[in-house]
T-cell receptor
Framework: SAVISQKPSRDICQRGTSLTIQCQVD?????MFWYRQQPGQSLTLIAT?????????ESGFVIDKFPISRPNLTFSTLTVSNMSPEDSSIYLC??????????FGEGSWLTVV | GNSVTQMEGPVTLSEEAFLTINCTYT??????LFWYVQYPGEGLQLLLK?????DKGSNKGFEATYRKETTSFHLEKGSVQVSDSAVYFC???????????FGSGTQLTVLP
């Protein structure tokens, strides 16, 4: 199974600032995804991070707010830009591995004050 | 597209009670089905999965059977422990990129 590390694990940020979350996988994977989990809610897909091309965003999420990089097959970043308290969430990186299974990182717990 | 409907929570049980969390799905074809668990303050962990009809996934005493006749994947455990207290999510892949669609989650609290 893939092992996924996310940084930071937690952060408290001021509104109006931006934060970049890193996701590192211990093996090369084709598909990487970013999800958001708002307090007490289920998970919602933000985007699919494509290696070597722009991310594919879901309805309601835009690149200006959530720019994503995917420079190689083991690493991706998600930036949450111009943050507001409504962005307080857990942001989770996930990967689809060769075993037909999707694994998640521990999440980055973000609080915007 | 594919979707999943999960039993509403929260669920509170006494230790050693029997657990069932219902999950039904709507899907094109027969995708893999998953249960994930989120312990307090942690991310998501894969609990179990089933890849085809009639498969039974199992892990840590939890079981779920892929039932195409009833389009269900209910999670069961015969005797819950306090340490099973967590949020449980049913999920299935949707879209060409295999991203997951999640149920609403069920908060389980087990009392000693």
């Amino acid at each position: 199974s893939a092992v996924i590390s996310q940084k930071p694990s937690r952060d408290i940020c001021q509104r109006g600032t931006s934060l970049t979350i890193q996701c590192q996988v211990d093996s090369q994977v084709t598909m990487m995804f970013w999800y958001r989990q708002q307090p007490g809610q289920s998970l919602t897909l933000i985007a699919t991070a494509n290696q070597g091309s722009e991310a594919t965003y879901e309805s309601g999420f835009v690149i200006d707010k959530f720019p994503i990089s995917r420079p190689n097959l083991t690493f991706s970043t998600l930036t949450v830009s111009n943050m507001s308290p409504e962005d307080s969430s857990i942001y989770l990186c996930s990967v689809y591995d060769s075993g037909n299974t999707i694994y998640f990182g521990e999440g980055s717990w973000l609080t915007v004050v | 597209g594919n979707s999943v409907t999960q039993m509403e929570g929260p669920v509170t049980l006494s230790e050693e009670a029997f657990l069932t969390i219902n999950c039904t799905y709507t899907a094109t074809g027969y995708p893999s089905l998953f249960w994930y668990v989120q312990y307090p303050g942690e991310g998501l962990q894969l609990l179990l999965k089933a890849t085809k009809a009639d498969d039974k996934g199992s892990n840590k005493g939890f079981e779920a059977t892929y039932r195409k006749e009833t389009t269900s994947f209910h999670l069961e455990k015969g005797s819950v422990q306090v340490s099973d207290s967590a949020v449980y999510f049913c999920a299935l892949p949707s879209g060409s990129a295999r991203q997951l669609t999640f149920g609403s989650g069920t908060q389980l609290t087990v009392l000693p």
